[in-house]
């Protein structure tokens, strides 16, 4: 197996709570910098700007994960990635359908810019993306199932938007292809206390607004070559692919 560095949880400028640098080309000049081989663009309930840096960071030889960090109706934060360009732009139909319209007049909760290649504003979304769907994360899961996706619950160790703190418990019927601790989460504690099995995949990723922030914490990835079937195997522990925190 070769190993690959990832961090999994990036947002781009088109979230209005990351700075206004973090431009594709900003951040896979980053990412390079920083020696990581695989990133994942996670956008608060948007897809817009995933498939660009996925572009640009083809160019320089890193593997881009094309997803999103879904708020559900719970206001549990979500990562939901997906192979295929047409499953990402039907899940950002769902997306757009489900979003709870709250107005962001003159940029009143930040910026939320569609760019292109050249950085120039494509769009500025006009409602506030973070805001929760109107749909619960039994809804959203059954879509990313549906659609071939990952499913990580995002920061599952933070006092607020996790799953643990929204909702208290993993609801038995919610298959999830790993759990995301943030950079000073813990596999030994969280599993201790919430009695996870032992075979429970754990990434740990930068949920980077900054662009200083991105790879500061990261998850290694054994697995033959980069691509969505191998992360997919790594995540399940299956022939021999596996993942480990720096």
């Not at 709570?17 to 990412?31: R, W, Y």
């Not at 292109?116 to 409602?127: A, C, T, V």
Request: proline content about 4%.
């Amino acid at each position: 197996m070769k190993k690959f560095k990832a961090d999994l949880h990036i947002h781009t400028v088109l979230s209005p709570c990351a700075d206004l640098e973090m431009t594709p080309q900003k951040i896979v000049k980053k990412a390079r910098g920083r020696g990581l081989d695989i990133i994942g663009i996670t956008d608060h309930n948007s897809t817009r700007n995933a498939l660009l840096v996925k572009n640009v960071a083809q160019k320089e030889g890193i593997f881009t994960l094309t997803g999103v960090e879904v708020t559900t109706r719970e206001e549990v934060h979500c990562l939901a990635f997906f192979e295929q360009e047409n499953q990402l732009l039907l899940f950002q139909k769902f997306l757009e359908e489900n979003l709870t319209k709250i107005p962001n007049l003159n940029g009143h909760f930040g910026y939320q810019p569609v760019i292109d290649e050249q950085e120039n504003i494509i769009e500025l979304i006009p409602f506030f993306l973070p805001a929760a769907l109107k749909s619960s994360i039994q809804q959203v899961h059954k879509v990313v199932r549906e659609l071939d996706g990952l499913f990580i619950p995002a920061h599952i160790d933070r006092q607020a938007n996790s799953i643990l703190t929204q909702l208290g418990f993993i609801p038995e019927d919610l298959s999830y292809d790993a759990l995301e601790l943030s950079r000073n989460g813990s596999e030994k504690h969280v599993g201790k206390q919430y009695g996870f099995p032992d075979n429970t995949c754990f990434i740990h990723s930068s949920d980077a607004h900054y662009l200083e922030q991105i790879g500061d914490i990261c998850t290694v990835f054994y697995i033959k070559d980069m691509s969505f079937p191998e992360i997919k195997k790594a995540l399940h522990k299956k022939e021999c692919r596996f993942v480990e925190k720096i």
